[in-house]
C-alpha cells in the first residue's frame, strides 16, 4: 500500500486506518514540536498532490480484503491533508464503499476557505489543531506560511462548526514556556466557547519534536489548565489505548532488529521494512513510551537508537 499506512493504534480513534494525501512532509505550518521534523514544503497552495483515483483503488482493495474492522478511516500523515484538492471527493467516495466513520486530522488553518469547507463537509470528525490564540505566539509555535492569519484561521473553525454535522475535537498541543502562560490560556479559553466542539483534547511534547528548545509542560499545569476549560477538555495519556495484536509485536521486533544495527531516522526505517513512514512513528511511539528506544536530534533529523 502506498498511500495507506495501518491499520495503526491510535491514542484517540482506537484502531485506525491512515490515509496520507501528501508528501513528506508539505504542510501549511512548521510547528516546533512536529514529529516529522521541518516542513520541507511549505504551502497553502492545495493541489492533487497525489492523484486520487489510485488512492480510492487502495481504499477498495483495503475494504475488500479486511478481516477486522478499522474504528475510523483517518486522513493524516505526511502533512496537512486540507492541502490535496481532491479530499472531498474522495471522502466521498469512501462514504459510497463503507460505514466506516471518516476522521480528518487537520491543522485546521485552510477552514477559512470555502472550498475546504465543502471538502470536509462529509467527514464524520474533524479533529483541528489550534495551539495559539495570539499572533506572536502563533508564529513562535505554528511558525505559519506568510500569508496566514491567526484571526482568520479561528474564524474559519467557528464558521466550520456552524454548520458541521459531525464532531469536532479541539488539540491543544502545549510547549512550555511558549503557550502556557496564564494570560494566552484565558484568551484560548474565550475562543473555546465561541468555536464550541464536541471535545476539547489537550496534549503536550511527548515525542520527539522538531526543535529541542520544544519543552512538555508538566502534567500538573496541563490538568489544571484542562479543568479550567470545562468538562470537555480531556489531557491525553500517551500511555493508553495504544494496544493492538500480532502486528505490533511483528513490526516493533523488526524496527528493534534495525536499530540494533545502527542509529535510523523513521523514514530510513520504512525504506527498509517496507512500511509507510507514519506506520514506523506510530510504532516507534510505542517504543519510546515503553523506554525499549530513545532518540536524538542531529542535523535537525531526529535519529532513533536502543539505550546502552
Ligand atoms: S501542522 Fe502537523 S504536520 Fe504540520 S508542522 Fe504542525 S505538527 Fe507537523
Redesign the pocket.
Known amino acids: 500500500m502506498r498511500y495507506l499506512y495501518g491499520p495503526v493504534p491510535s491514542r484517540r480513534l482506537g484502531f485506525s486506518l491512515g490515509v496520507d494525501l501528501v508528501p513528506l512532509?508539505t504542510?501549511?505550518?512548521?510547528?516546533i514540536?512536529?514529529?516529522?521534523g521541518r516542513?520541507t514544503n511549505k504551502t497553502i497552495k492545495r493541489g492533487v498532490y497525489i492523484p486520487a483515483k489510485p488512492i480510492i483503488r487502495e481504499i477498495e482493495d483495503f475494504l475488500g480484503h479486511m478481516k477486522n474492522p478499522v474504528d475510523y478511516i483517518t486522513f493524516s500523515g505526511s502533512?496537512?491533508p486540507t492541502l490535496h484538492s481532491q479530499i472531498g471527493p474522495i471522502i466521498g467516495e469512501i462514504k459510497q464503499m463503507t460505514s466506516i466513520p471518516v476522521a480528518v486530522i487537520t491543522?485546521g488553518s485552510l477552514l477559512f476557505m470555502d472550498e475546504v469547507k465543502k471538502d470536509l463537509s462529509e467527514a464524520d470528525l474533524l479533529v483541528p489543531?489550534l495551539d495559539a490564540i495570539s499572533k506572536t505566539v502563533y508564529e513562535t509555535i505554528?511558525r505559519p506560511e506568510d500569508s496566514l492569519e491567526i484571526d482568520r484561521v479561528i474564524q474559519g473553525i467557528v464558521d466550520f462548526r456552524e454548520r458541521f454535522r459531525g464532531q469536532i475535537w479541539i488539540e491543544i498541543l502545549y510547549c512550555r514556556g511558549v503557550n502556557d502562560d496564564p494570560s494566552e490560556v484565558a484568551k484560548m479559553k474565550e475562543v473555546l466557547e465561541k468555536i464550541n466542539p464536541d471535545r476539547i483534547q489537550l496534549n503536550t511534547v511527548y515525542r520527539p519534536p522538531?526543535e529541542d528548545f520544544a519543552s512538555p509542560l508538566d502534567e500538573e499545569r496541563l490538568r489544571e489548565i484542562g479543568e479550567n476549560f470545562g468538562a470537555k477538555a480531556t489531557v491525553i495519556n500517551p500511555y493508553q489505548g495504544d494496544k493492538s495484536p500480532g502486528r505490533k509485536r511483528e513490526v516493533e521486533a523488526h524496527i528493534i532488529d534495525a536499530l540494533k544495527r545502527r542509529p535510523l531516522t523513521a523514514e530510513d526505517m520504512a525504506e527498509i521494512l517496507g512500511l509507510h513512514p507514519q506506520e514506523v512513528i506510530k510504532h516507534l511511539k510505542l517504543l519510546l513510551d515503553g523506554n525499549a528506544i530513545r532518540h536524538r536530534l542531529h542535523g535537525h533529523k531526529i535519529f532513533y537508537e536502543i539505550p546502552r
Not at 514540536?33 to 516529522?36: A, I, M
Request: hydrophobic residues 10%.
Open positions: 512532509k504542510c501549511t505550518y512548521e510547528c514540536y512536529c514529529q516529522l516542513t502533512g496537512e491543522n489543531s505554528n522538531a
